[in-house]
């Protein structure tokens, strides 16, 4: 596997890094009764009902807050590299479609050109990660994975994270994308519908099927990104009725609050460390239907500690 230049891997045992870390797999009840919060309790507790609803929480400014006025030096500088991220994105997409016309096996060519549309994508914007517990995602997969969400960014720049073989499940509008559209359903990818139950029913039966083949699911269990830097939606269910049906392992991934220093909305990007957390993954083995509330409970407030910890370190390149 080629190693990416822009990324810079640290050990899971680094503790120093990630105080939470820990090579050993996490039963999910451990360590976390006494400090969990109502605030999480409530934000998720409420997501159970509301599991085939999808988020219509938009990424435009709540009413009454005013966006920093940009100088029109910032808005071209900015018009600038978010053209020439596009463009590499677009190149990566063109490269793999052009791959499968020729026939090339699938799940290299899919992993080549994620590597190769992150590089693009955070040389293009001055991204640089720096990513911690990476050799999870390979060490416990099949998995799934469930990261937080936060802009149209996060595929691009964290698809040097995924690992050989990874099926993402992202929202369908993807569907309609010229090329990237295709290229994403060609290479394996999942579409979700949550505004049509029998769709979503259907798509995690294939996700099912993907991780009892082998595979390991990528996920965004938010379903969407909010407006708030550093904090998460309410989680969906799926993705932990996923790991239970299969007796997968859960592994969370946490990625530093992006904003303010890279907001696409805002018409901001300054080069910036990305800081990365992959968590160690926290055990379904033996559990039922009664259990995936508390599992997507204790999965949130892990990553939420993080977050948190992570909100505080520079991103300053």
């Not at 018009?79 to 052009?98: D, V």
């Not at 990261?147 to 309609?176: W, Y």
Request: glycine share 8%; charged share 25%.
């Amino acid at each position: 596997m080629e190693q990416d230049t822009d990324i810079d891997d640290r050990n899971a045992s680094d503790e120093s890094a990630d105080p939470h870390a820990t090579s050993d797999m996490i039963p999910p009840d451990e360590s976390t009764e006494s400090t969990e919060s109502t605030e999480s309790t409530e934000s998720t507790e409420s997501t159970e009902s509301t599991e085939s609803t999808e988020s219509t929480e938009s990424t435009e400014v709540p009413a009454g807050v005013e966006r920093p006025t940009r100088s029109l030096g910032e808005r071209v500088a900015f018009g600038m590299r978010a053209g020439t991220a596009a463009a590499g994105a677009g190149l990566a997409f063109g490269i793999c479609a052009a791959g499968l016309a020729l026939g090339m096996e699938r799940e290299r060519l899919a992993l080549r050109s994620a590597r190769l549309m992150s590089r693009l994508v955070c040389g293009a914007l001055g991204l640089r990660l720096v990513v911690q517990g990476r050799e999870r995602l390979e060490a416990h997969r099949p998995c799934v994975i469930v990261a937080n969400h936060q802009s149209m960014l996060d595929v691009p720049f964290l698809a040097a994270l995924f690992p050989r073989g990874t099926v993402i499940v992202a929202k369908d509008e993807i569907r309609g994308l010229p090329i990237v559209g295709r290229v994403y359903a060609a290479t394996g990818n999942l579409y979700v519908d949550r505004s049509r139950p029998r769709s979503a029913h259907r798509t995690m039966q294939a996700a099912e099927a993907a991780v009892r083949a082998g595979s390991s699911i990528w996920i965004f269990p938010e379903g969407t990104w909010g407006t708030e830097s550093g904090r998460m939606l309410p989680f969906k269910t799926g993705a932990f009725r996923l790991a239970i049906a299969t007796g997968a392992p859960v592994v969370p991934v946490v990625v530093a609050p992006l904003k303010p220093r890279v907001d696409l909305e805002g018409g901001r990007v300054l080069p910036s460390t990305i800081h990365v957390r992959v968590l160690a993954p926290v055990a379904t083995s033996g559990m039922g239907e009664a259990d995936v509330g508390g599992l997507m409970r204790d999965t949130r407030l892990r990553m939420e500690r993080v977050l948190d910890a992570l909100a505080a370190e520079p991103n300053t390149r």
